[in-house]
C-alpha cells in the first residue's frame, strides 16, 4: 500500500515505518500507560495487539478509566 501511494504522488508524502510489537521494556510500558489518558491504536497488519490489553490492566483501580481508540482499516 506504501509502495503504491508513493508511486502516484511521489516519494515525499508518506514517512512509513512498520513496527511489530514495541522496543519499550514492559515496566516502562506500563509506567507510560499509567499516566495515559487515551491509547490510539491503528493496526494495519496486525493479529492480536496486546498494547490495549496492557493499558486497561494499568487503568485499574483506582485509577479512572481511560479511552481505547481502536481504528480498523
Known amino acids: ?9 511521489g ?14 521494556p514492559i515496566d516502562q510500558r506500563l509506567a507510560l500507560w499509567k499516566i ?7 493496526p494495519i497488519r496486525e493479529g492480536l495487539s496486546l498494547l490495549p490489553m496492557e ?3 494499568t487503568r485499574k483501580a483506582p485509577h479512572a478509566p481511560g479511552v481505547i481508540i ?3 482499516s
Not at 1 to 9: A, D, G, P, S, Y
Not at 11 to 24: F, H, K, R
Not at 36 to 42: K, S
Open 36 to 42: 495515559a489518558d487515551v491509547i490510539m491504536a491503528t
Open 55 to 57: 493499558f486497561i490492566y
Open 70 to 72: 481502536w481504528v480498523r
Open 11 to 24: 516519494p515525499n508524502v508518506i514517512d512509513y515505518e512498520e513496527l511489530a510489537g514495541s522496543t519499550l
Open 1 to 9: 500500500m506504501v509502495r503504491r501511494i508513493k508511486e502516484k504522488f
